[in-house]
């Protein structure tokens, strides 16, 4: 075998960084349940093109987007006022003691559903190394996680002019009303709630911070830096591939319009999500078997999505991956100063902190050291007095 003499470290001694952790199911009880949620007067983004007929035109796009010279097309704003199905999950400790009224609302990211908060392993059920919502109850707090718009069971809404920023941030602030008041049957109101966001759930959850700070008790943004010139690696590697081709049997023609896309395999997942060699082949062969789509309206509305929330008077902690592609170009460390945009965001923040979590790629919560960066969160968590 040859190496270069240039190879990293890391990549000629790729074993020694797998480490598995194996971490026992901690005792808590889940609900799982469909929510009707009102969503009135969102903003929406008119696309500005007709539906996208081909593959071709669609990497086209994507190619239009990464540009070297862009231009800003101009576009026209309307309103969508509907009730949409939200599958929800609520996770609490069997013996529930003070901190299980703190309620962590879960927001996930582009290309998964909301077990990218408790992610399990076929081969190994019983170890929760991966779960957020074991390592949450755990520490004594309640879960409420979500699918967003777009991923079934909840609504397959239209991906051009629906399953946008605005319609998504909306659904957010209407389920955590819900919550709040006592709405939700199988959810006792809580007396505080965390937003917790991972990527594109973080970009929805500071979107909830600038348009209903009172919603919310405190933020944890993780996969996220506020910037987005690095998104176009990711849209580079997609290549704004059709879910119904990649994956026809999941995602039929007859429910996923050319508005649903992806990336093309596992290759391209391992490149925008995970480090190498810091998580298990089988997680990155399970994420790309379960993945699922974004959408052409979420690409439209993304730059339109606050990256600040002066109002908001809550707790902030920023939990970046030290290798995340979409947000860093694969290196956070730096971006996260007193000066940068994720920091001062929050002007108006009782407190902002930022942590930077070694030997993870953007997918945090699918590497070996998961369960260190959920401690992070706790930690910061208990220290705010949640
Ligand atoms: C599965 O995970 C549990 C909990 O961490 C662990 O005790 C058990 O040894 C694991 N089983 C296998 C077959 O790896
Ligand atoms: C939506 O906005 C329009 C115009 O601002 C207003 O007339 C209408 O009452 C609003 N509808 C709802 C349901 O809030
Ligand atoms: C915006 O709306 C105006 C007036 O209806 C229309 O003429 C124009 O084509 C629209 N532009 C886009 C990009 O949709
Ligand atoms: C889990 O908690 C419940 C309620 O406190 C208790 O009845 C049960 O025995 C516990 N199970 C385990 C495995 O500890
Ligand atoms: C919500 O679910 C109900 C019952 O399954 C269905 O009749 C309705 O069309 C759904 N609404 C949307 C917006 O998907
Ligand atoms: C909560 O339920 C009550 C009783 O059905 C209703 O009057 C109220 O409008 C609901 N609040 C929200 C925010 O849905
Ligand atoms: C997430 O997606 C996978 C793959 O489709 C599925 O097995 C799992 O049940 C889904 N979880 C939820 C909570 O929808
Ligand atoms: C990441 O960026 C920092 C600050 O610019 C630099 O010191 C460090 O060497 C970079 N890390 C890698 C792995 O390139
Ligand atoms: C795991 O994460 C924790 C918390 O960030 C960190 O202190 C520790 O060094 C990490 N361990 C490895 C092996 O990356």
Redesign the pocket.
């Known amino acids: 075998m040859l190496f270069f003499t240039s190879v990293p470290l890391s990549l000629v001694l790729a074993v020694s960084g797998a480490t598995a952790q194996n971490v026992p199911k901690h005792n808590y009880t889940c609900t799982s349940f469909m929510l009707k949620v ?1 969503v009135s007067n969102a903003t929406v983004i008119v696309p500005p093109f007709p539906e996208i007929p081909n593959q071709y035109a669609a990497t086209a796009f994507a190619n239009q987007i990464t540009i070297r010279t862009p231009t800003t097309p101009k576009v026209n704003f309307t309103t969508l006022t509907k009730v949409f199905n939200i599958s929800a999950e609520y996770c609490t400790p069997a013996s529930p003691g003070p901190k299980a009224s703190t309620l962590h609302i879960l927001s996930h990211g582009l290309g998964f559903n909301r077990s990218y908060w408790d992610f399990y392993l076929p081969s190994n059920l019983t170890d929760a190394q991966y779960s957020y919502i074991n390592s949450a109850t755990g520490a004594g707090y309640s879960t409420l996680s979500y699918n967003r718009l777009g991923i079934e069971p909840s609504t397959i809404a239209d991906p051009y002019k629906e399953i946008q920023a605005f319609v998504e941030v909306a659904v957010l602030a209407g389920l955590t ?2 919550a709040r ?3 939700i049957t199988q959810v006792p109101a809580p007396k505080k709630v965390i937003h917790v966001g991972h990527s594109w759930g973080s970009e929805i959850s500071v979107g909830l911070a600038a348009v209903a700070p009172e919603l919310s008790d405190g933020i944890v943004l993780t996969g996220y830096s506020a910037l987005s010139q690095y998104a176009n690696f990711f849209i580079a590697n997609t290549a704004f591939h059709f879910a119904n081709l990649n994956q026809p049997k999941r995602f039929p023609p007859s429910k996923y319009s050319s508005g649903f896309l992806t990336w093309p395999d596992k290759a391209g997942n391992q490149y925008s999500f995970l480090e190498y060699p810091y998580f298990d082949p089988a997680v990155l062969d399970r994420a790309e078997a379960t993945k699922y789509p974004f959408t052409i309206g979420e690409f439209l509305s993304l730059p339109a999505l606050p990256v600040a929330a002066p109002h908001f008077a809550g707790p902030v902690l920023y939990l970046a991956a030290q290798a995340d592609l979409i947000f860093c170009a694969s290196n956070c460390t730096g971006l996260f100063g007193t000066d940068s945009v994720a920091v001062k965001g929050f002007s108006g923040s009782s407190s902002v902190e930022t942590y930077i979590q070694p030997n993870v790629g953007h997918g945090i919560n699918l590497h070996h050291n998961a369960t260190g960066a959920y401690n992070v969160i706790l930690d910061w968590a208990n220290r705010h007095g949640f």
């Open positions: 009102p009303t819900l008041v006592g709405n």
